[in-house]
């Protein structure tokens, strides 16, 4: 006799196999109306026809779209910066302690972590940059990852830690949205009398010096939505050149108790398109749309917490720390094939690219 919790654990199942039918549609569907460099790049790497699936898809669906093979640990929110626009906001002062830090990397790297990219806030605030390198140091040495980055505002970095821990790091992005100081002062990407513009190639020609792959993040926004930053991109050449069309995350840059208020810099699809066409002969630019960003990274707060961005805000699951990567990872909001399809998995290793020092 069939009981009920069989016909409806049946039942159950076969709601998920039409769920991952329609997800696999939507994806299918996804890559071939987009024409974007990352798309192109997943497409000429397959080796079978496209009517099968790749390797790669297998590899995703087996997963479960769970593997934490790319994470951005957010340590701090402090900030020495006031950018108008920042998605990520000084909210709360909380570091955790170094030890409980390099504990949720390993549990990380247990579940299948490969890269780590370290941001904030500014990465360089905390302890003077010793907490950010000290965990360089702990990922790669120890935790013997394929890749370990970081993303800074550039101002804080001094070249004695490249001196510390440059050998441990493999690619350093530094965020520059503009090449006129004055943009950059207005839209709050500047401290004082410093130049940002000064400090963007003094820790380019470190990078040269020390073996650092250098990139760069710019994010438009109706301040620098006219410029033309392909000459100057040119001769800085980044291995990656990140271009970001500026995102509002409610309780951060919009909406109720956030910190900062970025409507005002808030541009359109076209005019992100136009900035992109104006820019097409910069190899290294790779594009990342509102669309293509928001669920496609893996974010952990201070806490350790992954935070979900599918609502247009960031809602934390609970901390690794206290239920495992497993459990918090399923509240992470997570797409991985959207992330395969914004070009997320790369050449992110040091050792392997072609670097000309
Ligand atoms: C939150 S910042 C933290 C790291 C560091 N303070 C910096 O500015 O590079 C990480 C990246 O997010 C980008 N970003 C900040 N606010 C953004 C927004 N509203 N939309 C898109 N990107 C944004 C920054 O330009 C930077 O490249
Ligand atoms: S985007 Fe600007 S304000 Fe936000 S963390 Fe980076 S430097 Fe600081």
């Given at each position: 006799m069939?009981?009920?919790s069989?016909?409806?654990?049946?039942?159950?199942?076969?709601l998920?196999?039409?769920?991952?039918?329609?997800?696999?549609?939507?994806?299918?569907?996804?890559?071939?109306?987009?024409?974007?460099?990352?798309?192109?790049?997943l497409?000429?790497?397959?080796?079978?026809?496209?009517?099968?699936?790749?390797?790669?898809?297998?590899?995703?669906?087996?997963?479960?779209?769970?593997?934490?093979?790319?994470?951005?640990?957010?340590?701090?929110?402090?900030?020495?910066?006031?950018?108008?626009?920042?998605?990520?906001?000084?909210?709360?002062?909380?570091?955790?302690?170094?030890?409980?830090?390099?504990?949720?990397?390993?549990?990380?790297?247990?579940?299948?972590?490969?890269?780590?990219?370290?941001?904030?806030?500014?990465?360089?605030?905390?302890?003077?940059?010793d907490?950010?390198?000290?965990?360089?140091?702990?990922?790669?040495d120890?935790?013997?990852?394929?890749?370990?980055?970081?993303?800074?505002?550039?101002?804080?970095?001094?070249?004695?830690?490249?001196?510390?821990?440059?050998?441990?790091?493999?690619?350093?992005?530094?965020?520059?949205?503009?090449?006129?100081?004055?943009?950059?002062?207005?839209?709050?990407?500047?401290?004082?009398r410093?130049?940002?513009?000064?400090?963007l190639?003094?820790?380019?020609?470190?990078?040269?010096?020390y073996?650092?792959?250098?990139?760069?993040?710019?994010?438009?926004?109706t301040?620098?939505?006219e410029?033309?930053?392909s000459?100057?991109?040119?001769?800085?050449?980044?291995?990656?050149w990140?271009?970001?069309?500026?995102?509002?995350?409610?309780?951060?840059?919009?909406?109720?108790?956030?910190?900062?208020?970025?409507?005002?810099?808030?541009?359109?699809?076209?005019?992100?398109?136009?900035?992109?066409?104006?820019?097409?002969?910069?190899?290294?630019?790779?594009?990342?749309?509102?669309?293509?960003?928001?669920?496609?990274?893996?974010?952990?707060?201070?806490?350790?917490?992954?935070?979900?961005?599918?609502?247009?805000?960031?809602?934390?699951?609970?901390?690794?720390?206290?239920?495992?990567?497993?459990?918090?990872?399923?509240?992470?909001?997570?797409?991985?094939?959207?992330?395969?399809?914004?070009?997320?998995?790369?050449?992110?290793?040091k050792?392997?690219?072609?670097?000309?020092?």
């Amino acid at each position: 006799m069939v009981t009920s919790s069989k016909i409806s654990s049946t039942f159950a199942a076969m709601l998920m196999k039409i769920r991952s039918i329609v997800s696999n549609l939507f994806t299918s569907v996804l890559m071939l109306v987009s024409g974007s460099r990352a798309q192109q790049t997943l497409f000429t790497t397959r080796t079978s026809p496209p009517k099968t699936h790749s390797k790669e898809e297998k590899e995703i669906s087996d997963s479960q779209l769970t593997t934490p093979s790319s994470v951005n640990y957010h340590f701090t929110r402090q900030c020495n910066y006031k950018c108008g626009f920042c998605f990520h906001t000084a909210k709360t002062s909380f570091v955790l302690p170094i030890d409980e830090a390099k504990k949720g990397l390993l549990l990380l790297k247990q579940a299948g972590m490969e890269k780590i990219n370290f941001s904030g806030g500014e990465p360089f605030v905390h302890q003077k940059g010793d907490f950010l390198g000290l965990l360089v140091k702990y990922c790669k040495d120890e935790l013997k990852l394929a890749s370990v980055s970081i993303v800074s505002n550039g101002s804080l970095i001094k070249e004695t830690w490249f001196q510390k821990y440059g050998d441990y790091l493999d690619i350093l992005a530094i965020s520059c949205d503009s090449f006129d100081e004055e943009t950059n002062k207005a839209i709050g990407r500047s401290q004082g009398r410093k130049s940002h513009l000064d400090n963007l190639h003094k820790v380019r020609n470190w990078c040269r010096e020390y073996k650092v792959a250098f990139k760069i993040n710019s994010v438009v926004n109706t301040f620098n939505v006219e410029e033309d930053m392909s000459e100057r991109i040119s001769v800085l050449n980044p291995v990656r050149w990140k271009v970001f069309q500026c995102l509002l995350i409610e309780g951060e840059n919009a909406g109720e108790n956030s910190l900062r208020e970025a409507e005002k810099f808030v541009i359109s699809d076209q005019q992100f398109q136009d900035f992109l066409d104006r820019h097409k002969s910069i190899k290294c630019l790779v594009p990342e749309s509102n669309q293509k960003m928001k669920d496609s990274y893996l974010i952990l707060d201070e806490y350790m917490r992954f935070l979900d961005c599918r609502e247009g805000r960031k809602d934390p699951s609970k901390s690794i720390l206290d239920v495992g990567v497993e459990e918090a990872i399923k509240f992470s909001g997570f797409d991985e094939k959207m992330f395969r399809i914004r070009g997320g998995k790369y050449v992110w290793s040091k050792a392997e690219m072609k670097l000309e020092w």
